[in-house]
């Protein structure tokens, strides 16, 4: 089925507005004035006769896309005569950290991604302004939020996604589950179904990113205004230790972590999706990012994703904008790194490359999809994407997550209790904001 991104606009707007919005940053659409023309005019005769010998480098998160990118890249190449060069650090590697330390060591990539919000600050002095740029009138209004700073657009959303509970139809039929849970009841109801059947219920990951991103992200989500809470832990006038909705979230993660694989504690991202995909498991907390690497091993499995609730109230998916490509100011090549991204989403080959080989959900309402190019999952999710709520986790400064992710991993060990992650999560921000 054909279908266009921009019913998801208002949705995503109001999960990323209302719950994510961050201090300076607004929302701006690009214009389409006489004053820009020119800017247009350079960008895309940069793209059709570029210089020549000249080597772009992408500093890039997305280990789900390295050799699609990759390809992309040597297609560009070809039609233009501009090599990049992309580095991909991700999945188990703090990316952060290595950009830093590129940076410091005194190469300056011309692209390179970041999350926005609070993340995108120590790089503004680096971020172009992409207002005036081509495709920019064409995207999701909501998407442009997370770089957007006093009106300004700072990156290009690289797509919208969403997570959750992914599962494997065929396996939760053979338990005789008939219908998807949405509470947490329900929930722990088709764990014991499954067990019953002989089947391991989760595929577990220890990566800190899973959990200190998208799992805490849950109980974030579901406050009732999640900017305020982070604004307020931030600030040390309210606790996670003490929060309701965290302590209702344990008992997700409870169901999760204590129904999951025997080998969790060692399980890095590759081989959930490996063990996943294998039918080792009904279900697994990723998002639409997995579907390609899952059709390597299995191109054949029935999939579905499910809500992910804290109680007996019927839970939510999470979607939002997970990256933007950041062009460098201080690189040697801006401009043709500012023609190459114009080219990925507007030509054929790019926008070919974006749907069906990354498997995207575009960020810019005028790239048609196809499910059977997407996936699965990101058909799921954009059939859910109605209840969903966002993501939060950039709203905190960089550093914080790790935290989370390390408290986190603690607890799947054992190593520590229910009231004690709590604190360490707390302890989490607050070694961050002191310093």
Known sequence: MKRKL????????????????????????????????????????????????????MFQFKVE????LNALAEEYEEETGIKVEVET????????????????????????????????VPYLDRATDLSDEPWAKD?????????????????????????????????????????????????????EKLKAAGITPFEATNEWWSM????????????????????????GTQTIKDDAVFKQWLDLVDVIFDNAQDSKMTTDYATQIADFASGKAAMMLQGNWTQGDIDKIDPALELGILPLPISDKEGSILVGVPNNYIVNSKSEHPEEAKAFLNWMVTSETGQTYLTKEFKFIPAETNIETQTEDIGQVASAVQEK????????????????????????QEYLGGQIKRDQLLEELDQAVQDIVKQ
């Open 139 to 191: 995207l999701i209004a909501s998407a442009k939020v997370p770089a957007t700073v006093d009106g300004k657009l700072y990156g290009m959303p690289m797509n919208v996604e969403g997570y959750g509970l992914i599962y494997n139809k065929a396996l939760f039929e053979q338990a005789g589950i008939t219908e998807e849970p949405k509470t947490l009841p329900q929930l722990k109801d088709t764990v």
């Open 65 to 68: 896309i390295a050799e699609q």
């Open 6 to 57: 921009s019913f998801l606009s208002a949705i995503v707007c109001t999960l990323i507005i209302a719950g994510c919005g961050n201090g300076g940053n607004t929302n701006s659409a690009a214009n389409e004035s006489a004053d820009n023309t020119s800017k247009k005019s350079a960008a895309v005769e940069a793209t059709a006769a570029p210089a020549k010998d000249v080597t772009i480098k």
């Open 212 to 235: 200190g991103m998208h799992l805490v992200n849950v109980a974030l989500a579901n406050q009732p205004d999640p900017k305020q809470f982070i604004d307020n832990v931030k600030a």
């Open 385 to 408: 994407s109605s209840t969903a709520l966002g993501w939060n986790w950039d709203m905190f400064p960089d550093g914080v997550t790790q935290g989370f992710g390390a408290a986190m």
């Open 89 to 120: 650090h991700g999945g188990g590697e703090d990316y952060g950290a290595l950009l830093k330390a590129e940076i410091a060591s005194g190469s300056e990539p011309e692209i390179f991604n970041n999350g926005g919000f609070t993340a995108l």
